[in-house]
């Protein structure tokens, strides 16, 4: 794993920026994953640490909607603080939860906080998108989404999709990406005999029609 995709932050630079910019969150810190001086996320970072929060915005949304989960995670907690952006409570779940299907492991109690701020109505807005962005990255062959659908539908959703979890946990499995198997057997664990057949046809027919293998062939196995 490269220092660009590591999803803990460089205690020294987490303390400046909590100390400068988000000591009043009570998160800890942003992610600091970016090395590379180059790096648009390291110049977000030093946009919070000068306290030009509207440049840090900007770039760390950038950064969010092509998928880095580190920028997600920091882009929540700025629109959290109301820094850069009007304060946004619905915006900021719905990044965060990004980021924890992401591996941002910090992500998972903010994501609880903030789900105490937002009315049940609004948490299923964000559970609309955070699906619909998940099946577009499915439809375009994005592998790393499987294993995040997978989660998605079996531990975030407040009322699981255990079927769904596990038609795609099949079809995960059957495509080789990592710890797919061993989450299938898991879900199945918890499924009447019914639904586990049931679900077995319909992946497999989604798995032909689709032609996933061609789909998902041209990246590396991968997975949460």
């Known amino acids: 794993m490269t220092a660009r995709e590591r999803p803990f932050p460089r205690p020294h630079l987490t303390r400046a920026i909590a100390a400068a910019a988000l000591a009043t ?8 994953a970016h ?10 970072v030093r946009a919070v640490q000068a306290k ?3 440049t840090a915005t ?17 882009l929540a907690l700025l629109l959290r603080a109301g820094q850069g952006l009007p304060q946004n409570f619905v915006q900021a779940l719905e990044w ?3 980021a924890q299907l992401g591996g941002v492991e910090r992500a998972i109690k903010f994501s609880a906080d903030l789900s105490g701020l937002v009315t049940a109505d609004a948490q299923d807005v964000v559970f609309e998108r955070i699906d619909e962005r998940l099946r577009t990255r499915l439809e375009r062959g994005d592998r790393s989404a499987i294993m995040q659908y997978i989660e998605f539908n079996s531990t975030i959703l407040p009322e699981p999709d255990m079927q769904t979890a596990y038609v795609w946990s099949l079809i995960a499995a059957a495509l ?41 062939a041209d990246q590396a196995s991968g997975g949460l």
Request: avoid cysteine; proline fraction near 1%.
């Open 52 to 54: 030009d929060f509207a």
């Open 25 to 32: 969150l009570g998160t800890g810190a942003m992610a600091e």
């Open 176 to 216: 080789g990406v990592d710890n797919a198997a061993t989450r299938r057997d898991e879900i199945m664990s918890e499924l009447e005999t019914d639904v586990i057949l049931t679900s077995q046809d319909e992946a497999r027919v989604l798995f032909e029609d689709q032609d996933m293998t061609t789909l998902f």
């Open 35 to 44: 090395l590379a001086e180059t790096d648009p996320f390291q110049r977000a």
């Open 96 to 98: 965060s939860l990004l």
């Open 58 to 74: 900007s770039v760390f949304e950038t950064l969010a909607q092509e998928d880095d989960y580190d920028a997600q995670f920091n």
